[in-house]
């Protein structure tokens, strides 16, 4: 068998991963391209990720995304590591070479960022501070791309103070902690408003942080994406603001890791963001 007749495989891996929309995500962009491979969810425990892994080249893989909970784990496993994946954390995207090794890259910090830019055109980096809500492995990639695209600073509150204080020390000077109680505070100077909690999402707590110092100039965007408009977005609307969701950046992330993967580099326009959506 050729090089050329093997159908290349991909999948994600995470557990659970039944909600997933990447399958359908990638799958909508193999039939358009007319590209001959396949994506495939797998539901992995962790005591079972790395035999996966290892195994998975042997099968015709040439690589996976993963999501939680093993987005860091697999930061121990992967044989070469990015320099953005090493500042961040985490890995949400591997590659499987052909000498063997496992390479692993964080593109969650680039969908974040190519996300605003189509949902935000005239957003400018430079602007004014951005307000982060939550300190997790997300806000993490977030922080990590606007301190590269040049936000001045970064006003960083998490419900748990001391997560935030460790990432003022991993992301330095340009990065100011307020206690969750005071959150709303960041917002009447901040010039991006970013949630990156899960609070707001169907199933969860609403997100319940005062943001009367919205202002017409401010661009608000939720990594929620499920429902589609939050209430954090319906409020930046009635508010007069730039109302970003958090759809896109699942589809932007997407796109360098099908390239990596498949060979082209698919475009996100409304027919990707309805295969999503089905």
């Given at each position: ?95 499987f070479r052909k000498d063997g090794k496992i390479h692993a890259d964080n593109t969650d910090g680039y969908g974040f960022i190519e ?85 707001g999402m169907i199933g969860k707590p609403e997100l319940r942080v005062p943001l009367d110092g919205l202002h017409a100039t401010t ?60």
């Amino acid at each position: 068998m050729t090089e050329l007749s093997r159908i290349p495989l991909a999948g994600v891996i995470g557990s659970p991963i039944a909600h997933s929309k990447s399958p359908q995500l990638h799958r909508h962009w193999l039939k358009t391209y007319g590209i001959p491979g396949h994506y495939i969810p797998m539901d992995v425990s962790a005591d079972n990720l790395e035999n996966v892994l290892r195994t998975l080249p042997t099968m015709g893989f040439v690589g996976v995304n993963i999501t939680i909970p093993h987005k860091e784990a697999v930061m121990e496993i992967a044989d070469l590591i990015t320099d953005r994946a090493i500042l961040i954390g985490a890995a949400n995207t591997l590659i499987f070479r052909k000498d063997g090794k496992i390479h692993a890259d964080n593109t969650d910090g680039y969908g974040f960022i190519e996300n605003l830019k189509a949902g935000a055109p005239s957003w400018n980096p430079r602007s004014g501070p951005a307000a982060v809500l939550g300190a997790g492995g997300a806000a993490r990639a977030v922080m990590s791309s606007l301190l590269e695209a040049g936000v001045p600073e970064i006003l960083l509150s998490n419900r748990t103070r001391v997560r935030a204080e460790v990432l003022q020390k991993e992301f330095g000077s340009r990065v100011r902690v307020f206690d969750w109680l005071q959150a709303g505070n960041m917002v009447d100077d901040a010039a991006l408003l970013v949630n990156t909690t899960s609070l707001g999402m169907i199933g969860k707590p609403e997100l319940r942080v005062p943001l009367d110092g919205l202002h017409a100039t401010t661009v608000v965007t939720d990594l929620v994406y499920a429902p589609l408009k939050t209430k954090l977005l319906a409020t930046a609307e009635e508010a007069g603001c730039v109302a970003v969701d958090g759809l896109g950046m699942l589809l932007h992330q997407a796109v360098p890791a099908f390239e990596r993967w498949f060979g082209r580099r698919p475009d996100v326009d409304r027919a990707t963001r309805a295969a999503a959506l089905r």
